[in-house]
């Protein structure tokens, strides 16, 4: 997230294309939550081009700030429902997903503190599997493990708070959701666990099985209400509130 301005480490590949120039850059391996502005200069123009109808100032610096959506947050396996394990015959499988999970989550969280908890869903690692993580706020709870969740019910009353998304982590948006949820998942060995989140808890869940059925948070969204870029953003370090 620094301010620091440097030169691209790999080269912008130019094409053209008809009567248009076509200029492309891309990268393998960006910092995490790096975010890239693009500024470029039109060339001035000629004597010769102004006296032919060229209207405009041809000293004149254009910029434009690019803020490109995360590569992920267009991924055709983000908009798919994740194809559920069948356990425990595909406990490897399963199990595989999970690790990789965790490697993950492990990964960011030792870069970005995240104070209302965090989770992760397979298909953000381009997995298309109904496996995902969440790490409560409590960062002493132990994580919990969603595998072929769903949501069985849910509470009438609900709330809004700003969401943020590892696949689409340069805005925050307000989503409703249920206060509480009840949610069916399927442990290794096979049998179905039936468990109840409240609150913050259950927005965590419920965020991670959207992924799973190929939902982003924008769905979520009231009509007429749009993401704010991250730097409006004001409750970074801070867990969700409740009233009493």
């Known amino acids: 997230m620094t301010a620091a301005a440097f030169p691209f480490r790999t080269a912008i590949h130019q094409e053209a294309?008809?009567?248009?120039?076509?200029?492309?850059?891309?990268?393998?391996?960006?910092?995490?939550?790096?975010?890239?502005?693009?500024?470029?200069?039109?060339?001035?123009?000629?004597?010769?081009?102004?006296?032919?109808g060229s209207s405009g100032d041809p000293g004149t610096a254009q910029r434009a700030d690019a803020r490109p959506r995360s590569r992920a947050a267009?991924?055709?396996?983000?908009?798919?429902p994740a194809r559920a394990f069948d356990l425990p015959a595909e406990r490897q499988a399963a199990e595989q997903a999970?690790?990789?999970?965790?490697?993950?989550?492990?990964?960011?969280?030792?870069?970005?503190?995240?104070?209302?908890?965090?989770?992760?869903?397979?298909?953000?690692?381009?997995?298309?599997?109904?496996?995902?993580?969440v790490q409560p706020p409590d960062p002493a709870a132990p994580p919990i493990v969603l595998l072929n969740p769903r949501i069985t019910d849910r509470s009438l009353d609900e709330d809004e708070q700003y969401e943020g998304c590892l696949s689409y982590f340069d805005v925050r948006g307000l989503v409703p959701r249920p206060l509480r949820i009840t949610v069916e998942t399927?442990?290794?060995?096979?049998?179905t666990v039936t468990t109840v989140y409240e609150r913050g808890l259950a927005r965590l869940i419920h965020h991670e099985i959207d992924h799973l059925d190929g939902l982003l948070y924008t769905a979520r969204m009231r009509a007429g209400i749009a993401p704010i870029p991250v730097e409006e953003y004001?409750?970074?370090?801070?867990?969700?509130?409740?009233?009493?």
């Open 234 to 244: 004001r409750q970074t370090g801070r867990a969700w509130t409740y009233g009493q």
């Open 98 to 133: 999970i690790e990789q999970l965790f490697s993950a989550m492990d990964r960011i969280s030792r870069v970005h503190p995240f104070a209302k908890g965090m989770g992760l869903a397979a298909p953000q690692l381009a997995i298309g599997r109904a496996a995902a993580v």
């Open 186 to 191: 399927t442990a290794l060995e096979g049998q």
């Open 17 to 52: 294309a008809s009567d248009r120039r076509i200029f492309s850059w891309s990268t393998d391996a960006p910092p995490l939550h790096a975010r890239y502005r693009l500024e470029w200069k039109f060339r001035a123009r000629s004597e010769r081009e102004m006296h032919q």
């Open 74 to 80: 267009r991924s055709p396996v983000l908009a798919e």
